[in-house]
């Protein structure tokens, strides 16, 4: 079955970067898009970014919009999420998400993912 395993997340001061890694298994990478959706304490779940399979295609929530950046390597089956200048708004747990189905305005529905990986903290000292 599909597996999605994110790492790089942990604690970092305000303005500083850290990248997320979402490695996957279990199915044909380069036919997949793939997202970041994060998840704060009391809040609900919210798109940060996806990628569509080439890679031609990349959403971004407007909040993280200038600050992260999404990547895959079809090679490495692994999607990236660079982010920079973090804030300590963007504390939160992060997930990566898979899906078969091309991306256009449906990127930020959760709904479209079909496959969700555990997810990592990330944690913003101010």
């Known amino acids: 079955q599909v597996q999605l395993v994110e790492s790089g997340g942990g604690l970092v001061q305000t303005g500083g970067s850290l990248r997320l890694s979402c490695v996957a298994s279990?199915?044909?990478?380069?036919?997949?898009?793939m997202g970041w959706f994060r998840q704060a304490p009391g809040k609900e779940r919210e798109f940060v970014a996806a990628?569509?399979?080439?890679?031609?295609?990349?959403r971004y929530a407007t909040s993280v919009k200038g600050r992260f950046t999404i990547s895959g390597d079809n090679v490495k089956n692994t999607v990236y999420l660079q982010m920079n200048s973090l804030k300590a708004e963007d504390t939160a747990v992060y997930s990566c998400?898979?899906?078969?189905?091309?991306?256009?305005?449906?990127?930020?529905?959760?709904?479209?993912?079909?496959?969700w990986g555990q997810g990592t903290q990330v944690t913003v000292s101010s």
């Open positions: 990628i569509n399979w080439n890679g031609a295609i990349k």
């Open positions: 279990g199915l044909t990478f380069s036919t997949y898009s």
């Open positions: 998400a898979a899906t078969s189905v091309g991306l256009g305005s449906n990127a930020e529905r959760s709904t479209v993912y079909g496959s």
